[in-house]
DNA sequence: TAAAGGATTTTCT
DNA sequence: GAAAATCCTTTAC
């Protein structure tokens, strides 16, 4: 079975990272290879709204450099980085351009290509495939590759729109602890999904 | 189920 | 040279 995605518009793109990063929940995210088509529904994400958040790469501290570049294009543009030397991450450009703000998926629901997934991720169950950022663009065959790629210009990596979540299954919650930026930093996620990767309490209504 | 620690390499100070 | 938008394994309860 081949579903059809329409990718999201810029415009979905350019408003505050909080903003994208709430409704970007129960979006599609579509990765093509060479391998086949992979898709994910969106339960986890993070947001970094600018260079006033010391967590962000773009942080006013930090400045612009070569790394978080991509964080100063335009809305919808893709941000690859490599974490802890081992795992690649994905981020979705938000706001105007030249305002660095992102925001990070952090966890989907495998929504097709599953088959594929098991195959780059072998010996994990399925709610591991994708339960995480490292994990997910493993799994979806993501990667550096796919630096300053649009988002909204479709194959070979998009996110579309999908079922809204209810306001009473989003959690809103304040990443607390971590570092020493973490206060400004804002996750959300369904909290129906067993693809979550943390279940940290709900801070306020989302 | 939760907490703790090691892995691994890029980036910036 | 230290820290990092994480993952995985081990250990304990």
Not at 160 to 178: D, Y
Request: hydrophobic fraction near 40%; charged fraction near 25%; aromatic fraction near 6%.
């Amino acid at each position: 079975m081949s579903v059809r995605y329409r990718p999201l518009p810029a415009s979905f793109f350019d408003r505050r990272a909080e903003t994208v990063a709430r409704e970007l929940l129960g979006c599609f995210l579509v990765s093509d290879s060479a391998e086949g088509r992979c898709a994910g529904c969106i339960v986890e994400t993070e947001a970094y709204p600018g260079p006033h958040d010391p967590a962000s790469h773009a942080a006013r501290s930090v400045g612009r450099t070569a790394r978080n570049d991509p964080m100063f294009g335009p809305p919808g543009t893709v941000y690859i980085h490599l974490n802890y030397g081992v795992h690649w991450c994905l981020n979705a450009v938000v706001g105007r351009e030249d305002h660095p703000a992102a925001v990070l998926i952090r966890a989907v629901e495998p929504v097709e290509g599953l088959e594929l997934m098991r195959l780059r991720r072998p010996g994990r169950r399925d709610r591991e495939l994708t339960n995480g950022p490292g994990k997910l663009t493993k799994a979806m065959g993501i990667g550096p590759a796919l630096q300053r790629l649009r988002l909204t210009a479709g194959p070979p990596l998009f996110i579309a729109l999908g079922e809204v979540v209810p306001a009473g299954a989003a959690v809103r919650a304040q990443r607390v602890g971590i570092s020493k930026g973490a206060e400004a930093e804002w996750r959300f996620y369904d909290r129906r999904s067993p693809w979550v990767s943390r279940r940290d309490r709900r801070v306020d209504g989302a």
